[in-house]
């Protein structure tokens, strides 16, 4: 469980390296909270995160990834779309009913795949 909750941090904050998304829940303790743990206890390795994705196997894995944040969605925790801003003053001509919002289980595969790509540790096989 804490497994998903830690990659379910990662994509709502958009960090999508492992070194990072540990780094980032070790310095947080409303974070630790969520995950569970103490002030004085370690969270899992980085290694842990990536490896533990291999076990489940990319297709397995999304999936229950796609279900935990179908989860959170059903539970309101999260409204189920994403919006990025840009923090760029640049004047346009732009009508604000054309901005388009991802939908959040869409985008899910994308953080996977970054997630893989920035992996020190490559859980995917190269054989065939």
């Known amino acids: 469980m ?11 904050n958009n960090i999508n390296s492992d070194r990072g998304l540990i780094r980032y829940c070790s310095d947080s303790l409303s974070i630790r909270l969520f995950l569970g743990y103490d002030i004085d206890e370690e969270l899992p390795w980085h290694s842990t995160i990536s490896r533990t994705r291999g076990l489940y196997g990319e297709e397995v894995f999304l999936h229950l990834f796609q279900e ?35 939908e959040v289980l869409e985008d899910a595969s994308a953080f996977v795949n970054e997630l893989e790509e920035n992996s020190e540790f490559k859980t995917t096989s190269t054989r065939k």
Do not use: H, P, T
């Not at 804490?2 to 709502?12: E, Q, R, W």
């Open 2 to 12: 804490v497994f998903f909750k830690i990659l379910l941090v990662g994509y709502l």
């Open 68 to 102: 935990v944040l179908r989860l959170c969605i059903y539970k309101g925790m999260v409204r189920g779309k994403r919006q990025a801003i840009d923090s760029a003053f640049i004047k346009a001509n732009a009508s604000m009913d054309s901005l388009v919002e991802k």
